[in-house]
């Protein structure tokens, strides 16, 4: 059974920069307005800049960079939001490199979870 991330038509976009209150519901609130949220991460760890940081999957998005485009002016509490498409886009590279089997990625013969 195919993983629904994995999914062509599911969009992934990176944020930093928001109140520390802010939850994953909070932030689900935030993005709802830019298209069929999926799921929304926010890491326990901080980014290289000091920042919590998460990630927020949309359903459906027909353009990435069009999307984040749209998303780039989101301001909470007079603070702006960083947006951006992920550096590391695992599924898609995964699927891209013909790598991925139920139980995990490999590449070269080796557990890969880069």
Do not use: C
């Amino acid at each position: 059974m195919e993983e629904w991330r994995n999914k062509e038509d599911v969009s992934t976009v990176y944020f930093s920069k928001f109140p520390m209150a802010y939850n994953e519901e909070d932030m689900w609130q935030v993005f709802q307005k830019y298209g069929k949220v999926w799921e929304v991460y926010i890491a326990k760890r901080r980014n290289s800049s000091g920042h919590q940081f998460g990630f927020v999957r949309f359903r459906g998005a027909q353009n990435e960079k069009e999307l984040r485009s749209l998303m780039d002016n989101i301001h909470i509490r007079n603070i702006k939001l960083n947006v951006n498409i992920p550096k590391h886009n695992k599924q898609k590279r995964l699927v891209e490199l013909g790598k991925q089997n139920f139980h995990g990625a490999y590449k070269n013969g080796a557990n890969w979870r880069g």
